[in-house]
Structures are given as C-alpha cells and as structure tokens.
C-alpha cells in the first residue's frame, strides 16, 4: 500500500515570495490533516479536512495560509506571502474515516520550507 | 484545552541500557495517549496508543509505557535498547470526544551510543 506522498521534499524562497506543496493521501482515506512543525517543536495543527470540506482551522494563519481539498483526494497548502516566521516542516498525514477512536494518522515524510 | 509535555529534548544513553522518555499532559477531560516516533529522514509512526483498558501497552519492537492518571503521565521506556532506535520520539494526545485533533509535544530525541 503506498503511504502518503508530499511534495517538493525541499524549498528555498525569499521572504514576501508565495509557496505551495502538494499532498496525495494513502487510497480510500477520507480524513486529511496539514501540521506545521517548526524546529524544536512538536507538530502544529493547522487545518483538518474530512472529504473536501473543513473540520477545523482554528489554528490556521488565515491572511497568507490557505488550503484546499476540492475532490476529497489531494490537497494543496499555499502560503502567500511567506515570511522567516514560515520557515519549518510541512507535514501531511491521513487517517481513514471510521478510525476515530484509533488516533493512528500516518505521515508523509514533509515538505521542508527554508524562507530566506 | 489539553496540552503534552516533554521535559527531555534529549536523551543520550548507552546500546543495551535501560530508557524512559517522560510524557506529562494536561487535559479536563479524558483522553486518549499516543507515542509517535520519527526515524531519520522518515515520516512520523505510531509507536503504540492507549485507548482504553490496560494501562500498560506494548510495541512490537520492546518499548512499552504506562498511562498513570492520577499522575497524568504516560512514559515510554525500554529496558534495553539498540543502535537502531536512535530517533525522535513525540508524545501526543487526543480527546475522547472525538474529532481526532492530535495534540503534540516537542519532542525527545533519543541518540543511542555503542
């Protein structure tokens, strides 16, 4: 079974530049998950998607953040502008529907944003 | 709401010695437990979980830990561990009422020495 995919693996932009990373969830999960995961930190919340719509992006910078899921497949997270503060770990992570009471999400291996 | 903390950002020890990584949280409700761990260059796994019945639970390659409530802990420990369980090992918890929101802590790297 193939895990979740995330990419670019690696990016590199100037402050004020704008970035988008792209996440394909394991086949068949229903619930999609974006985490920030600044350095010396633990994973962030920043928004939840059950199918295409939104479950909670309470946490969600919500004046250079968005993200999308609009056939309830892959998603999108964009920062437009990007400032240093964005610098850090873009994790996705999947968990199929009906699996609330497991918790296990599984994790893509990050996008890792360097802004300059 | 329900906070996760890690006292030790790092913890070096010695191959086949004993370890604990501590897990404190604070929630006022029930919750659910999770260690997840980070191997280099590699995505997040779940390690084990507690949901509910034993306190104690086990993973398939020896860590086990212990959820203690009246302490509101749950460490992670292994009795004797190896080169290959160097990585970043994250605690997390989740409310029991749903919606499956992870809550993380920062972290405990465990660097395993010859």
């Known amino acids: 079974e193939a895990g979740v995919a995330q990419s670019p693996r690696y990016k590199i932009i100037e402050k004020r530049q704008s970035v988008a990373f792209w996440c394909n969830p394991i086949?068949?999960?229903?619930?999609l998950y974006w985490y920030q995961q600044i350095l010396g930190q633990g994973p962030k919340l920043l928004i939840q998607f059950q199918n295409n719509g939104v479950v909670d992006d309470s946490q969600l910078p919500k004046d250079r953040f968005s993200a999308e899921r609009l056939k309830g497949v892959d998603s999108t997270l964009k920062i437009q502008p990007a400032k240093l503060e964005d610098s850090a770990v873009y994790l996705c992570?999947?968990?199929?529907?009906?699996?609330?009471?497991?918790?296990?999400?599984?994790f893509g291996e990050g996008s890792r944003l360097t802004v300059l | 709401a329900q906070s996760v903390t890690q006292l030790d950002s790092q913890v070096p020890v010695f191959e086949e010695a004993p370890v604990e990584l501590r897990c404190n949280y604070s929630?006022?409700?029930?919750?659910?437990l999770f260690w997840y761990v980070q191997y280099p260059n590699q995505g997040l796994q779940l390690l084990l979980k507690y949901l509910s019945g034993s306190t104690l639970v086990k993973s398939i390659n020896g860590f086990e830990a212990e959820f203690n409530k009246s302490q509101t802990s749950f460490h992670l420990r292994k009795p004797s561990v190896h080169i290959s369980d160097t990585a970043e090992y994250f605690c997390?918890?989740?409310?029991?009422?749903?919606?499956?929101?992870?809550?993380f802590g920062t972290g405990t790297q465990l660097k395993v020495e010859l």
């Open positions: 997390a918890v989740r409310l029991t009422g749903g919606g499956n929101k992870l809550t």
């Open positions: 992570a999947s968990s199929p529907a009906g699996e609330v009471g497991t918790g296990e999400l599984f």
């Open positions: 929630s006022s409700v029930s919750v659910y």
């Open positions: 086949s068949g999960h229903a619930t």
